[in-house]
């Protein structure tokens, strides 16, 4: 029989109030974060995701360094998201940290050298996410980051988005053109891929009988994107567009510069309300 390939082991957390994650070390990505008493992952996972070396896992929430998206010459949504990361677990159940650094093959796509800490933890109805970034060589760099998180819901068409009114996003299935949002809520009709720039606000993703805040830190941009009914993805149920929302902190139009030793720091923060607390 094969062994399993710890790369995809699931690392498990428990927070105070009985709320769990799982997070696997490939990709250092957070698989599933589960509140006490719900039956379901408040993370979207594709039941079609690959588990396999070469392949990003479709759901939860994939790291994304040292570039976001195809915003610039590397392999769309960077280098980091297939690795293999260490986790170090601490004495705290409810927390865990995976580093990565780069190496040979990291060098060979993008000659730089850092430290990647990727640091999960568990608060009562909450999930936090941090990337820490350092410059561990000795010429400066920059680049787009982001925590392309694949956010569950129950009924995409019916969701609200709030917290984005008045922002200007580029629009990413228009040719990144600029557009100022007057829409007092985001709604889904169709694809959507947007770059809301500068959106440094907490967010409210609003369903039928629950809310979720959404907020970041040391990040400039949020992506919000749903792929819709026409596109297809080879690894996702055909009507699962609906059961998904990406809500994404990111960098993107304006890239981190790091001088060599320096550190930059992002996190978001996901918490669940009942319907009643918004
Ligand atoms: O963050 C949005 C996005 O960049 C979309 O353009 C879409 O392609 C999505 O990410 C998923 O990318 P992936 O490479 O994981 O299929």
């Not at 399993?4 to 990709?27: E, K």
């Not at 580029?170 to 053109?177: K, S």
């Amino acid at each position: 029989m094969a062994e399993p390939d710890a790369r995809f082991q699931h690392l498990r957390l428990r927070g105070p109030d009985g709320s769990r994650a799982s997070i696997t070390p490939h990709g250092a990505q957070v698989l599933s974060w589960q509140l006490a008493g719900e039956p379901d992952s408040r993370l979207y996972l594709s039941p079609q995701a690959q588990y396999r070396p070469d392949t990003a896992i479709r759901g939860g929430i994939p790291v994304l360094f040292p570039q976001f998206g195809l915003f610039g010459e590397l392999p769309k949504h960077g280098l980091v998201r297939t690795r293999a990361w260490t986790p170090r677990a601490g004495p705290d159940p409810a927390s865990l940290r995976l580093e990565l650094e780069d190496d040979a093959a990291s060098r060979a796509t993008w000659p730089h050298r850092f430290r990647l800490a990727l640091c999960v933890s568990l608060a009562a109805r909450r999930l936090e996410v941090a990337l820490e970034v350092e410059n561990s060589g000795d010429t400066s760099f920059s680049f787009t980051v982001g925590l392309h998180s694949y956010l569950a819901v129950q009924d995409a068409a019916q969701l609200r988005l709030h917290g984005l009114t008045g922002l200007t996003y580029l629009d990413a299935t228009r040719a990144l053109q600029r557009v100022s949002d007057s829409a007092p809520a985001l709604a889904l009709a169709g694809e959507i891929d947007r770059v809301y720039l500068e959106a440094r606000e907490a967010l409210l993703l609003q369903e039928s009988a629950r809310a979720l805040r959404i907020a970041q830190r040391g990040f400039d941009d949020v992506v919000v994107w749903n792929p819709g009914s026409q596109i297809r993805l080879p690894d996702m149920p055909a009507g699962d567009y609906l059961r998904m929302i990406c809500v994404e902190a990111a960098s993107i139009a304006r890239p981190v510069q790091l001088a060599p030793g320096e550190h930059w720091r992002g996190a978001q923060s996901l918490t669940a309300l009942a319907a009643d607390d918004s």
